[in-house]
Protein backbone atom coordinates (compact mmCIF):
# COMPACT_ATOMS: atom_id res chain seq x y z
CA UNK A 1 0.00 0.00 0.00
CA UNK A 2 1.50 3.65 -1.05
CA UNK A 3 -0.11 6.03 1.18
CA UNK A 4 1.33 9.05 1.68
CA UNK A 5 3.18 11.58 -0.04
CA UNK A 6 -0.18 13.10 -0.90
CA UNK A 7 0.61 15.99 1.33
CA UNK A 8 3.51 17.97 1.97
CA UNK A 9 5.82 16.81 5.35
CA UNK A 10 4.63 18.27 8.70
CA UNK A 11 1.80 19.91 6.70
CA UNK A 12 -0.25 16.82 8.40
CA UNK A 13 0.30 14.77 11.69
CA UNK A 14 3.34 12.56 11.44
CA UNK A 15 2.61 8.63 11.51
CA UNK A 16 4.33 6.19 14.30
CA UNK A 17 3.16 2.47 13.84
CA UNK A 18 3.53 0.54 17.36
CA UNK A 19 3.74 -3.00 18.08
CA UNK A 20 0.38 -3.31 19.50
CA UNK A 21 -2.91 -4.95 18.21
CA UNK A 22 -3.65 -3.83 14.85
CA UNK A 23 -6.44 -1.55 13.59
CA UNK A 24 -9.40 -2.52 11.09
CA UNK A 25 -8.02 -1.81 7.52
CA UNK A 26 -10.15 1.12 6.67
CA UNK A 27 -9.36 3.04 9.61
CA UNK A 28 -6.02 1.89 8.71
CA UNK A 29 -5.93 3.24 5.07
CA UNK A 30 -7.78 6.37 6.14
CA UNK A 31 -4.49 7.18 8.18
CA UNK A 32 -1.78 6.82 6.08
CA UNK A 33 -3.56 8.35 3.23
CA UNK A 34 -3.04 11.70 4.98
CA UNK A 35 0.74 10.95 6.82
CA UNK A 36 3.26 12.51 5.04
CA UNK A 37 6.01 11.27 7.22
CA UNK A 38 5.79 7.39 8.59
CA UNK A 39 8.02 5.87 11.89
CA UNK A 40 7.65 2.43 11.96
CA UNK A 41 8.58 0.45 15.17
CA UNK A 42 10.90 -1.96 14.99
CA UNK A 43 8.61 -4.69 15.98
CA UNK A 44 6.43 -3.68 13.63
CA UNK A 45 8.36 -4.18 10.91
CA UNK A 46 7.45 -7.69 9.60
CA UNK A 47 3.46 -6.93 9.82
CA UNK A 48 4.12 -3.47 8.24
CA UNK A 49 6.34 -4.69 5.21
CA UNK A 50 3.18 -7.50 4.64
CA UNK A 51 0.83 -4.93 4.31
CA UNK A 52 2.82 -2.87 1.52
CA UNK A 53 2.99 0.10 3.67
CA UNK A 54 5.43 2.72 2.57
CA UNK A 55 7.48 3.81 5.75
CA UNK A 56 10.32 6.51 6.03
CA UNK A 57 11.51 5.52 9.09
CA UNK A 58 12.32 2.41 11.24
CA UNK A 59 13.65 2.77 15.11
CA UNK A 60 14.45 0.10 17.85
CA UNK A 61 17.26 -1.46 19.22
CA UNK A 62 16.44 -4.60 16.98
CA UNK A 63 16.68 -6.96 19.58
CA UNK A 64 13.29 -8.88 17.73
CA UNK A 65 14.40 -7.57 14.62
CA UNK A 66 16.65 -10.35 12.30
CA UNK A 67 16.62 -9.05 8.54
CA UNK A 68 17.90 -5.50 9.14
CA UNK A 69 20.56 -6.41 6.63
CA UNK A 70 18.32 -7.44 4.13
CA UNK A 71 16.24 -4.33 4.62
CA UNK A 72 19.07 -2.26 4.04
CA UNK A 73 19.53 -3.50 0.88
CA UNK A 74 15.81 -4.04 -0.06
CA UNK A 75 14.71 -0.08 0.92
CA UNK A 76 18.14 1.43 0.37
CA UNK A 77 16.25 5.14 0.89
CA UNK A 78 14.79 4.04 4.40
CA UNK A 79 16.56 5.62 7.44
CA UNK A 80 17.23 2.99 9.84
CA UNK A 81 17.38 4.54 13.68
CA UNK A 82 19.60 2.27 16.03
CA UNK A 83 17.88 3.20 19.37
CA UNK A 84 19.46 1.38 22.22
CA UNK A 85 18.73 3.14 25.26
CA UNK A 86 16.70 0.63 27.19
CA UNK A 87 16.02 3.98 29.85
CA UNK A 88 13.27 4.43 27.25
CA UNK A 89 10.62 2.51 25.14
CA UNK A 90 10.60 2.74 21.80
CA UNK A 91 7.85 4.90 21.31
CA UNK A 92 9.35 7.12 23.85
CA UNK A 93 12.36 6.99 21.20
CA UNK A 94 10.48 7.79 18.35
CA UNK A 95 8.49 10.90 19.95
CA UNK A 96 12.02 11.90 20.95
CA UNK A 97 13.40 12.24 16.90
CA UNK A 98 10.00 14.09 16.23
CA UNK A 99 10.75 16.80 18.29
CA UNK A 100 14.11 17.00 17.45
CA UNK A 101 13.06 17.37 13.80
CA UNK A 102 10.42 20.00 14.72
CA UNK A 103 6.90 18.26 13.88
CA UNK A 104 4.16 20.03 15.36
CA UNK A 105 2.22 16.97 15.65
CA UNK A 106 2.03 13.03 15.35
CA UNK A 107 -0.96 10.04 15.01
CA UNK A 108 0.08 7.04 16.84
CA UNK A 109 -1.67 3.76 15.94
CA UNK A 110 -1.03 0.07 16.76
CA UNK A 111 -0.24 1.09 20.20
CA UNK A 112 -2.55 -0.40 22.41
CA UNK A 113 -3.98 -4.02 22.84
CA UNK A 114 -1.79 -6.93 23.01
CA UNK A 115 0.19 -6.29 26.34
CA UNK A 116 -1.95 -4.50 28.51
CA UNK A 117 0.97 -3.06 30.18
CA UNK A 118 2.36 -2.02 27.20
CA UNK A 119 -0.93 -0.29 26.13
CA UNK A 120 -1.19 1.39 29.89
CA UNK A 121 2.76 2.46 29.94
CA UNK A 122 1.90 3.82 26.03
CA UNK A 123 -0.69 6.43 27.28
CA UNK A 124 1.14 7.45 30.74
CA UNK A 125 4.19 7.90 29.21
CA UNK A 126 2.62 10.45 26.25
CA UNK A 127 1.66 12.69 28.80
CA UNK A 128 5.50 13.62 29.16
CA UNK A 129 5.57 15.08 25.16
CA UNK A 130 2.44 17.08 25.52
CA UNK A 131 4.53 20.67 25.78
CA UNK A 132 6.60 19.77 23.04
CA UNK A 133 4.27 18.07 20.02
CA UNK A 134 0.59 17.87 19.52
CA UNK A 135 -0.08 13.73 20.13
CA UNK A 136 -3.39 11.64 19.12
CA UNK A 137 -3.60 7.92 19.78
CA UNK A 138 -5.87 5.96 17.28
CA UNK A 139 -7.37 3.20 17.69
CA UNK A 140 -10.60 1.25 16.60
CA UNK A 141 -12.45 1.80 19.81
CA UNK A 142 -11.75 5.53 19.93
CA UNK A 143 -8.87 8.37 20.23
CA UNK A 144 -7.11 9.75 23.09
CA UNK A 145 -4.69 13.23 23.77
CA UNK A 146 -4.57 16.02 25.95
CA UNK A 147 -7.17 18.43 26.04
CA UNK A 148 -5.34 22.07 25.95
CA UNK A 149 -5.87 24.30 29.12
CA UNK A 150 -9.37 25.73 27.00
CA UNK A 151 -11.11 22.81 24.44
CA UNK A 152 -13.67 22.88 22.72
CA UNK A 153 -15.24 20.13 19.79
CA UNK A 154 -18.44 19.58 18.61
CA UNK A 155 -19.80 16.04 19.95
CA UNK A 156 -22.96 13.99 18.88
CA UNK A 157 -25.60 13.37 21.88
CA UNK A 158 -24.41 10.25 23.81
CA UNK A 159 -21.24 10.48 22.57
CA UNK A 160 -18.44 9.00 25.21
CA UNK A 161 -16.17 11.37 27.07
CA UNK A 162 -14.03 10.04 29.75
CA UNK A 163 -11.44 12.47 31.42
CA UNK A 164 -8.17 11.10 32.89
CA UNK A 165 -6.01 14.06 35.10
CA UNK A 166 -2.57 12.39 34.39
CA UNK A 167 -0.85 12.03 36.64
CA UNK A 168 -3.56 15.14 37.41
CA UNK A 169 -5.40 18.05 35.97
CA UNK A 170 -6.92 21.07 38.45
CA UNK A 171 -10.40 23.36 38.34
CA UNK A 172 -11.49 21.38 36.06
CA UNK A 173 -14.60 22.84 34.50
CA UNK A 174 -17.09 21.83 31.85
CA UNK A 175 -20.30 22.62 29.71
CA UNK A 176 -22.65 19.88 27.81
CA UNK A 177 -21.73 16.94 29.47
CA UNK A 178 -23.58 14.73 32.04
CA UNK A 179 -21.97 15.04 34.72
CA UNK A 180 -20.86 18.62 35.07
CA UNK A 181 -17.59 19.07 36.51
CA UNK A 182 -17.20 22.51 38.52
CA UNK A 183 -13.48 23.16 39.65
CA UNK A 184 -13.11 19.42 40.02
CA UNK A 185 -9.72 18.06 40.82
CA UNK A 186 -8.70 15.02 39.10
CA UNK A 187 -5.39 13.21 40.29
CA UNK A 188 -4.99 9.28 39.55
CA UNK A 189 -6.52 6.95 40.43
CA UNK A 190 -9.76 8.85 40.20
CA UNK A 191 -11.50 9.66 36.80
CA UNK A 192 -14.09 11.19 35.16
CA UNK A 193 -14.57 8.20 33.31
CA UNK A 194 -17.83 7.50 30.88
CA UNK A 195 -18.78 10.87 30.72
CA UNK A 196 -20.81 12.06 27.86
CA UNK A 197 -22.26 14.84 25.70
CA UNK A 198 -26.36 15.80 26.66
CA UNK A 199 -26.84 16.58 23.39
CA UNK A 200 -25.02 17.52 19.73
CA UNK A 201 -23.19 20.64 20.31
CA UNK A 202 -20.01 21.81 21.38
CA UNK A 203 -18.28 20.37 24.43
CA UNK A 204 -16.30 22.81 26.41
CA UNK A 205 -13.67 22.01 29.04
CA UNK A 206 -11.36 24.33 31.31
CA UNK A 207 -8.89 23.51 33.54
CA UNK A 208 -6.01 25.85 35.70
CA UNK A 209 -2.93 23.39 35.39
CA UNK A 210 -1.51 19.28 34.64
CA UNK A 211 -2.81 17.65 31.74
CA UNK A 212 -5.81 16.29 31.34
CA UNK A 213 -6.38 13.21 29.22
CA UNK A 214 -9.65 12.59 26.72
CA UNK A 215 -10.45 9.22 25.93
CA UNK A 216 -13.33 9.08 23.27
CA UNK A 217 -15.20 5.83 23.28
CA UNK A 218 -16.63 5.06 19.86
CA UNK A 219 -17.37 1.17 20.04
Given amino acids: MSSHH ?3 EKQEPALIIANG ?3 EWDLLGQILEWSPFIIVLDGAVERVLKLGIHFDVVLGDFDSFTRLEALKLERPELEIIHAPDQSKTDLEKAM ?9 AVNILWATGKRTDHTFNNIISLTK ?3 KITWKLIDDFGLIYPAPLKYKKFFNQGAIISLFGIPEALEIESKNLKYPLNKMNLR ?3 SGSSNE ?7 ELSYSSGCLVI ?3 TD
Fill in 129 to 131: FTS
Fill in 96 to 104: DFLITKEFP
Fill in 197 to 203: AIEDGIV
Fill in 6 to 8: VVK
Fill in 21 to 23: ADC
Fill in 188 to 190: LPD
Fill in 215 to 217: MES
